[in-house]
């Protein structure tokens, strides 16, 4: 498996687009339940 080193940061912005798959759906609900901030998950 690959090792990816991720740097500490105060914010992180940006979209992605993915597929209109239930179970991508719903995590992307709960990821979204738990951040700090605004999330808008549109589709």
């Avoid at 991508?24 to 549109?42: F, K, N």
Wanted: charged content about 25%; proline content about 0%.
């Amino acid at each position: 498996m690959k090792t990816i080193k991720v740097n500490i940061t105060k914010a992180l912005k940006g979209g992605i687009t993915v597929s209109g798959d239930k179970s991508i759906s719903h995590r992307a609900v709960m990821i979204g339940g738990i951040a700090e901030g605004r999330t808008r998950i549109t589709g």
